[in-house]
């Protein structure tokens, strides 16, 4: 059975297309099935995963308004993951279903046929709520929130947990908090430690054992176009990133 994860944070920065696409490697090396979904018109998970989001090929904005079919789009990238590739097009999907009835539930229904199909579906959401990101949540069986142990990482999570909210009493009961992800983690900053504590006190167990480190080869993999796993396996980005999906997967 397919379980679909959207991974977001309305606060930009805080590692959450370095987590979708390499979540997605791990996942594939631990031997599952996956599709990325990226909702975002910067398509940064696009690129993150080896594919020139400028090509001259169909997109995720075609899907969501119905010009093509999934099997049409989808594609298979150097980490083993397929890949539902985005660009500047999906801001003009968004105007577009601004007016459309039932707007929401577009990828909803576009994934529709794919239950089964993949293990996993990572959909990345854009740093913001708008209607992309509100069409991730709809799909999704679980979100996953990556975010930074800061003040303001904090205040941005109480805003998105209304939103999460907002969803389940409305278009998707069945969404859940998959888990909470701490990403550039430094342990020697003490706020980041303080941070931390209230985060495990709060949500308890769906915060993920799992820490993600600041680490320069995770940070420097996207510009070449690959997950850690492909660029350095052996740095401490990729490592964490597999003891995530190892976690997952127990979960």
């Given at each position: 059975?397919?379980?679909?994860?959207?991974?977001?944070?309305?606060?930009?920065?805080?590692?959450?297309?370095?987590?979708?696409?390499?979540?997605?490697?791990?996942?594939?090396?631990?031997?599952?099935?996956?599709?990325?979904?990226?909702?975002?018109?910067?398509?940064?998970?696009t690129t993150g995963s080896g594919e020139d989001k400028h090509a001259d090929v169909r997109t995720t904005c075609d899907v969501l308004l119905g010009d093509a079919p999934l099997?049409?789009?989808?594609?298979?990238?150097?980490?083993?993951?397929?890949?539902?590739?985005?660009?500047?097009?999906?801001?003009?999907?968004?105007?577009?279903?601004m007016e459309e009835e039932g707007r929401e539930y577009r990828l909803q229904q576009a994934l529709a046929d794919a239950r089964g199909r993949w293990d996993y579906v990572l959909?990345?959401?854009?740093?913001?709520?708008?209607?992309?990101?509100?069409?991730?949540?709809?799909?999704?069986?679980?979100?996953?929130?990556?975010?930074?142990?800061?003040?303001?990482?904090?205040?941005?999570?109480?805003?998105?947990?209304?939103?999460?909210?907002?969803?389940?009493?409305?278009?998707?009961?069945?969404?859940?908090?998959?888990?909470?992800?701490?990403?550039?983690?430094?342990?020697?900053?003490?706020?980041?430690?303080?941070?931390?504590?209230?985060?495990?006190?709060?949500?308890?167990?769906?915060?993920?054992?799992?820490?993600?480190?600041?680490?320069?080869?995770?940070?420097?993999?996207?510009?070449?176009?690959?997950?850690?796993?492909?660029?350095?396996?052996?740095?401490?980005?990729?490592?964490?990133?597999?003891?995530?999906?190892?976690?997952?997967?127990?979960?």
């Amino acid at each position: 059975m397919t379980e679909t994860l959207a991974i977001t944070n309305q606060k930009g920065g805080v590692g959450k297309t370095t987590t979708c696409v390499n979540l997605a490697a791990s996942l594939a090396r631990l031997g599952r099935s996956v599709l990325v979904v990226d909702m975002d018109p910067q398509g940064n998970a696009t690129t993150g995963s080896g594919e020139d989001k400028h090509a001259d090929v169909r997109t995720t904005c075609d899907v969501l308004l119905g010009d093509a079919p999934l099997d049409d789009v989808v594609q298979r990238v150097e980490a083993g993951f397929d890949l539902l590739p985005a660009n500047g097009d999906l801001t003009v999907a968004e105007v577009r279903l601004m007016e459309e009835e039932g707007r929401e539930y577009r990828l909803q229904q576009a994934l529709a046929d794919a239950r089964g199909r993949w293990d996993y579906v990572l959909v990345d959401c854009p740093p913001s709520l708008n209607l992309l990101t509100v069409n991730g949540l709809v799909a999704a069986d679980g979100v996953v929130i990556p975010m930074q142990c800061e003040y303001y990482a904090l205040e941005g999570l109480t805003a998105l947990m209304r939103t999460i909210e907002s969803i389940q009493r409305g278009p998707n009961p069945r969404l859940r908090i998959a888990g909470l992800l701490r990403t550039m983690f430094d342990a020697r900053n003490r706020l980041a430690g303080d941070v931390s504590e209230q985060l495990t006190g709060y949500f308890g167990d769906r915060v993920y054992n799992t820490v993600i480190p600041r680490n320069i080869r995770l940070a420097e993999a996207p510009s070449f176009g690959q997950p850690a796993l492909l660029y350095d396996a052996s740095s401490r980005g990729a490592v964490a990133y597999l003891a995530l999906a190892g976690e997952l997967l127990r979960r």
